[in-house]
């Protein structure tokens, strides 16, 4: 598309996201079937209520409720005390009963609100007007002539989120839908598979002249699925109605589809209002009733989220880089908030680096990787043991990489690992010194000595290496550039 970015500069982009948020629950949300319909054969996670047999009536599934509770304390939101079911009587033809189960007019989860932090280090704030439980649709498969419906997911629990349209540039939308993941996973409310549909993003894009008081015509781009297609989403649905705009044409309200492959989006159907959708309350459901105690007691377990992580660690002054891949793995999130309030921030700050080198840059914002929430815990006491020791100058710091891999692999006792791998440094002044003598008196050693004496320091680097060779690796590199320049 041919916007230049001063073209660009003329308008203003607005954007709201809806995110559709499978609940971590055993079975579905209105029948007794197995809610993991992965790498199962067609309708074989069905039941009759999802397939809207005669007499068949919903059962509402307890936990997929207690979920939706936990996901409200996640967004800062209250929990309504009363909260209703409806149907959606819009065509589903993989429902066949013919409507959807959703929540329209009164939903579980009023508004709230998500910080997310934006890669310069500031926070944009995205309210959420609410979000409502739902039930998922099935699959269907269209070949020439035919096709066919997977009912798997017919029934699949699902909480809608609804964000407000606070979000003006692809970046926040990525960073929103990023951190968003991170919450949901954290409080424990989905699985966070992202491959398999566990979170799917629904991108509303407005275009409008700079100063206007009203939005354009939104489009809807539907069923992202990484925090990558979200921001690119935005950023073509930007630049392609602004051109539309800039040629004197109108954008037309409408669901559109992304094209991961070819990086674009393109029309699927015009966009309904609501009143199309024809909802009415659903007779079959009672309605959820929930008390204060009660709500408090359900959000009491919701463990510590991302942002309260991000606070305890401030004093850590660790690069966001890091901070992104100790948030990438919920134990580890944990472990390292743990080592703090027992060790300190120094030893804390040491075993972060640790971490995030061995997880690399395996974070969320990147791709579709699940946030890890079973990974092995690895002894506080053994992490905190071989951080002291590398602090003691006992190990150096390739040697600490090494035994804190081994850690991670399931290995105890980093003294003992140490040992056995011969790895400890010689610290003892004396026992380098005289190692430092038998350097400085080697005849091979004189050139870098009289460059030392001349202010090229760099030399001394030669003379270390000696050092190290001759004590096999375990002479304190520190300690011996510290007795060279002694003796020098």
Not at 180 to 188: E, K, N
Not at 246 to 257: D, P, S
Not at 287 to 303: C, M, R
């Amino acid at each position: 598309m041919n916007v230049t970015e001063a073209i660009l500069a003329k308008y203003d982009l607005t954007v709201g996201i809806e995110c559709h948020v499978q609940l971590a629950t055993a079975t579905k949300l209105f029948s007794p079937a197995d809610n993991d319909a992965r790498d199962k054969e067609p309708n074989a996670a069905t039941h009759p209520i999802d397939f809207g047999l005669p007499g068949m009536l919903p059962i509402l599934n307890r936990h997929a409720v207690d979920l939706a509770i936990r996901a409200g304390k996640a967004l800062n939101a209250p929990i309504a005390h009363v909260s209703r079911f409806d149907r959606k009587h819009y065509f589903y033809p993989d429902l066949p009963k013919g409507y959807q189960t959703t929540q329209m007019y009164q939903p579980i989860i009023l508004a709230g609100y998500v910080d997310a932090p934006l890669e310069d280090g500031t926070t944009v704030r995205v309210r959420i007007h609410h979000a409502h439980m739902e039930e998922d649709a099935g699959k269907l498969s269209h070949y020439s002539g035919y096709s066919l419906v997977d009912l798997n997911r017919a029934g699949t629990p699902l909480i809608e989120i609804v964000s407000e349209p606070d979000i003006h540039s692809a970046a926040q939308a990525k960073a929103y839908a990023t951190e968003l993941y991170r919450l949901m996973t954290y409080a424990g409310v989905t699985h966070g598979d992202l491959y398999h549909g566990n979170m799917r993003f629904d991108v509303n894009v407005s275009v409008a002249p700079k100063g206007a008081n009203e939005l354009g015509k939104r489009a809807e781009v539907k069923n992202l699925n990484s925090f990558r297609s979200v921001e690119r989403a935005t950023e073509y649905e930007f630049r392609r109605q602004v051109e539309l705009l800039e040629a004197g044409e109108r954008v037309v309200q409408e669901t559109r589809g992304w094209n991961d492959t070819k990086q674009t989006t393109t029309s699927q159907r015009s966009k309904e209002d609501a009143q199309d959708y024809r909802y009415m309350p659903d007779a079959d459901i009672p309605p959820i009733v929930l008390s204060d105690e009660e709500i408090a007691a359900i959000q009491a377990d919701v463990p510590m989220l991302p942002g309260e992580y991000r606070e305890h660690w401030e004093s850590l002054q660790l690069d966001k880089s890091v901070v992104n891949s100790l948030l990438a793995n919920q134990n580890y999130a944990r472990i390292i908030t743990e080592i703090q309030a027992t060790s300190g921030d120094v030893i804390a700050k040491r075993v972060a680096h640790w971490f995030a080198s061995a997880l690399g840059q395996m974070t969320t914002e990147d791709d579709a990787t699940p946030v890890d929430v079973s990974a092995p815990y690895v002894a506080v006491s053994d992490l905190v043991e071989l951080a002291k020791m590398t602090e003691k100058a006992e190990l150096s710091s390739t040697a600490a990489k090494e035994i804190f891999m081994e850690l991670l692999g399931g290995a105890e006792n980093p003294r003992a690992i140490a040992e056995a791998k011969n790895l400890l440094q010689v610290s003892d002044e004396s026992a380098v010194a005289a190692i430092v003598d038998e350097v400085l008196s080697d005849p091979a050693s004189a050139a870098s000595i009289a460059d030392i004496k001349a202010g090229k320091d760099k030399a001394i680097g030669y003379l270390v290496g000696q050092i190290m060779k001759k004590s096999q690796g375990k002479a304190n590199p520190a300690l011996a550039q510290k007795l060279i320049r002694e003796k020098l």
